[in-house]
C-alpha cells in the first residue's frame, strides 16, 4: 500500500559501491541525468518484487543472488529469441 505522509527511508551504499553509479548510468535517474532516483528505485523494488513472487510461486531456489539474476537475465534472453523467430 502506498503512503505520501512525507516518512522517507534511507539505503546505505558505501562509497567505494558502484552499483549506485550503474543503476543510474542505467536507467538514466540521479543527480547527472534527467530521471528521477526515487521513481527508478520503486519500479525496481516493485519489479524485484514481482519477480520473487512468481519464482516463490514456481519453486525455483538458488545458490545465490547471482545465479539468480543469471537465469532471469537467460529467460528474458530466451523470451527475446523466441519473438524474433
Known sequence: MASDDG????VWIG???D???????TLNCGPEHAGSRSAAVKDALALA???EAT???LD????????KRHFVT????NQAQRESE
Not at 537467460?74 to 534472453?77: E, G, K, P, V
Open 19 to 25: 552499483v549506485l553509479d550503474e543503476f543510474d548510468d
Open 60 to 67: 525455483y531456489e538458488f545458490d545465490s543472488p547471482v545465479s
Open 15 to 17: 562509497s567505494n559501491d
Open 49 to 51: 518484487t514481482a519477480v
Open 7 to 10: 516518512t522517507t527511508i534511507g
Open 55 to 57: 519464482l516463490d510461486d
Open 74 to 77: 537467460q529467460a528474458i534472453l
